[in-house]
């Protein structure tokens, strides 16, 4: 199970379907091929091989993947992939079947852990579950970077009659509205009621794991509460099923543990503006009978901070309920201690200044009356100023932020320019305090508020003001802090403190690089590589300055960096690394070199592919493959063997002739030519088979640049050849193939 702060990566993350979808396809088959073939076959390591080559693909977006079945449906991320795919309809269906509702993928998965985890699901017995076979489930779940959800499916039926009839007759409590409300608008289109299913046992859970599960937005889940409480609290509506809405916002109140401050804030806010646009009383106390009093304390106390005016029906309501005890059970001691607690925080919250100019003068007298028959009620006594409940808003930190937000506010609006700067300068002294106490969002709100101005027409000593303040962004003693809060456990790692670091410039990714290399959690690992190339091209000067003294695990990863950096500058220090006697920091500085578009990375390449160890030559090979150097074709050529070919000289010439082939480069025809028309050798049964391996890759190559090859194939006396060139002359098209 991933944790809230993977959560808030998946959600709202888009997906590259496509690939997803070729992902999908790929597993399907390795689980077939693996069902068909034995251990170690040929046809499983080439499907291992491509499931290897799409994996980066779908970690683009997100670190994390989470992949739902809903029978023969699949979700990735929270969005439906191609359901006509059949390839996808029988791995949902299979997964469905052994009682998976969701496998999470995790950046830094390789081919070698999907096999795995395949012939895991595969010895899984017929006719049972998953959730039956705990020591497979175990195994499962100890794999690094692949876990799955469970899920009991004694409650589901496959039939299409049986599904049916477990449906039929079945109503949908207001939390099963809400949980489908929640869902994307392809996965309502699936109509299978499998589906409700899935969302019934989802309920028994935490709304937590729904979200997690079904990768829900933010926007979505507050659309589908809105939509839910304003249908069944309409005028239209009846006060029947009571106990059904209690238990809606009760369940509500009880998940708020669960969600993070902003989505429990705009909770509260929509209840409040539902609760505050009735104009009938009704209905007003149709819901308020309904929501547990501490939710409406917490309602209120969100209205009061963010300043909204409260209806005078709301409150006249609110008095009159209290008076008639409406919302109080029979005798309960315990109980009455809690409502009289509740009702004086309702008391607090509405006695607060200013709150009777937003009403009428009748109801700014009942709001006055509650108050009094309240105090008079505690035995004449009236409520004295509680130091406990207000000291955190005299505290330095909440001061600043308050005083933060006011000058904000003032510097937007048309002022005097001796007054704008006055505001700067009390904005400087502001900066440190505010970055002391982590509060990140408000300094952010500081620099844009103040770039925003610098852009405008605005006089040199206002433009000065502005200067001196925007150049506290980018002190190295912010970098200092920056680099303390980043990775702290005291502190969030929020989107506001890589967006300072950013501003604080890149003077910042010594540090970060340091994090980098040494950080051993995948997630929080691929966050760090994310932000260290917004930086560009920057990041490869730091990079290149931390090569030398690194150990050879940490060279290959600031490899990597300087890759995906994109940049075009030569080094020394890079092309030195070809010396290093580890294989995989050799592969890497080529890989680098070529992105580099450096001329000596196509020569260190064919050294490489020429050399004698033969897992050099084979990675060398992949690397001429996914790289397409094309300019290494005419040097290929020439190291085909024909006079004499050994076994290894055999294996040689088929690969290099397969590179070439995928390169369709005509460049190389004319050395194949020699090739082609060779009658004498020593090894004549290996020169026949290059021969013909030669044939069958012409499909690579345009049929117009490789036609009188094909020609002299058709001559040949050798059927296979003919056989061969016939197949690429019946070809209408002369678009060259791909080849595996």
């Not at 076959?41 to 809903?70: R, Y």
């Not at 009702?343 to 007298?365: M, N, P, V």
């Not at 409940?389 to 005299?394: D, G, R, W």
């Not at 101005?453 to 003001?465: H, T």
Request: charged residues 25%; glycine residues 4%; hydrophobic residues 40%.
């Amino acid at each position: 199970m991933i944790d809230k702060a993977d959560y808030k990566q998946v959600t709202g993350n888009l997906i590259d379907g496509s690939s997803v979808e070729g992902f999908i396809t790929t597993l399907n088959i390795l689980i077939k091929n693996i069902r068909t073939y034995p251990p170690g076959h040929s046809t499983i390591i080439k499907t291992v091989e491509l499931l290897s080559t799409g994996l980066p693909d779908i970690f683009v977006s997100s670190p994390v993947l989470i992949i739902n079945a809903i029978r023969n449906s699949l979700l990735a991320n929270g969005s439906l992939i191609n359901f006509k795919n059949p390839h996808i309809q029988n791995f949902a269906l299979f997964i469905s079947r052994l009682g998976i509702a969701s496998f999470t993928l995790k950046f830094g998965l390789d081919a070698e852990e999907l096999e795995r985890f395949c012939r895991l699901i595969l010895s899984v017995p017929p006719h049972t579950h998953i959730y039956e076979q705990k020591n497979i489930l175990g195994e499962i779940n100890s794999l690094p970077h692949l876990t799955v959800r469970e899920i009991d499916l004694s409650a589901i039926r496959f039939s299409d009659e049986d599904t049916a009839d477990s449906t039929r007759g079945t109503q949908l409590t207001m939390w099963q509205e809400f949980m489908l409300g929640c869902l994307s608008p392809e996965l309502k289109k699936v109509q299978d009621p499998s589906l409700l299913e899935s969302i019934r046992m989802y309920e028994r859970g935490s709304l937590h794991s729904f979200l997690q599960a079904f990768a829900i937005p933010t926007y979505r889940m507050l659309e589908s509460y809105e939509a839910v409480i304003r249908e069944h609290f309409s005028p239209a509506c009846t006060a029947e099923d009571e106990e059904e809405r209690k238990t809606f916002f009760q369940t509500m109140h009880q998940t708020f543990g669960q969600l993070n401050s902003d989505l429990k804030e705009n909770i509260l806010t929509i209840t409040f503006d539902t609760l505050n646009s009735s104009t009938s009383e009704q209905p007003l106390e149709n819901l308020l009978k309904c929501i547990p009093g501490d939710m409406i304390v917490d309602v209120l106390s969100q209205a009061v901070l963010d300043k909204k005016v409260i209806s005078p029906t709301f409150i006249k309501l609110l008095s009159v309920m209290y008076r008639a005890g409406k919302q109080s059970p029979e005798a309960s001691d315990d109980w009455d201690r809690g409502n009289r607690a509740v009702w004086s925080r309702i008391e607090e919250l509405f006695s607060r200044k200013g709150y009777e100019k937003y009403l009428a003068e009748d109801y700014a007298k009942q709001l006055l009356s509650l108050s009094l028959e309240s105090d008079s009620t505690r035995g004449g006594k009236l409520s004295g100023f509680s130091c406990e409940e207000y000291q955190p808003a005299f505290q330095g930190k909440t001061v600043n932020r308050h005083l933060t937000t006011a000058l904000l506010f003032l510097m937007q609006r048309d002022i005097e320019e001796a007054v704008y700067i006055s505001y700067t300068d009390i904005i400087s002294q502001l900066i440190p305090e505010l970055l002391e106490t982590g509060d990140y969002n408000y300094l952010l709100a500081i620099y844009h508020v103040l770039k925003k101005r610098l852009k405008k027409d605005s006089s040199p000593a206002v433009s000065m003001a502005i200067a001196r303040t925007l150049r506290l962004f980018l002190d190295s003693a912010l970098s200092a802090r920056l680099e303390d809060d980043y990775g702290s456990p005291d502190k969030e790692q929020s989107k506001e403190l890589e967006e300072l670091v950013i501003i604080n410039g890149h003077q910042n990714l010594t540090w970060l690089i340091g994090k980098y290399l040494t950080q051993k959690d995948v997630e929080k690992k691929h966050r760090l590589y994310k932000l260290i190339h917004r930086f560009g091209p920057r990041c490869t000067e730091y990079a290149l300055a931390r090569l030398a003294g690194s150990k050879n695990k940490e060279i290959v990863e600031l490899l990597r960096l300087i890759q995906n950096c994109r940049s075009t500058t030569s080094s020394v220090e890079i092309f030195n690394l070809l010396k290093n006697n580890r294989l995989d920091v050799q592969l890497e500085t080529i890989r680098t070199l070529l992105i580099m578009k450096d001329p000596r990375a196509e020569k260190a390449l064919l050294e490489m592919l020429l050399s004698r160890d033969r897992e050099a030559a084979h990675e060398a090979l992949k690397i001429a493959r996914d790289y397409k150097v094309q300019d290494l074709a005419p040097a290929l050529t020439r190291q085909i063997k024909t006079l004499f070919i050994t076994r290894t000289a055999l294996t040689h010439n088929k690969a290099f002739l397969s590179l070439l082939g995928t390169f369709g480069n005509a460049e190389a025809l004319p050395g194949l030519k020699k090739i082609a028309k060779t009658r004498f050798s020593l090894t004549p049964l290996h020169l026949r088979q290059t021969r013909e391996h030669l044939f069958k890759t012409l499909a690579g190559y345009s049929k117009s640049s490789a036609g009188e090859l094909i020609t002299l194939g058709l001559q040949s006396n050798n059927e296979n050849i003919r056989a061969v060139c016939e197949t690429l002359t019946a070809e209408p098209q002369d678009e060259p193939q791909t080849l595996n």
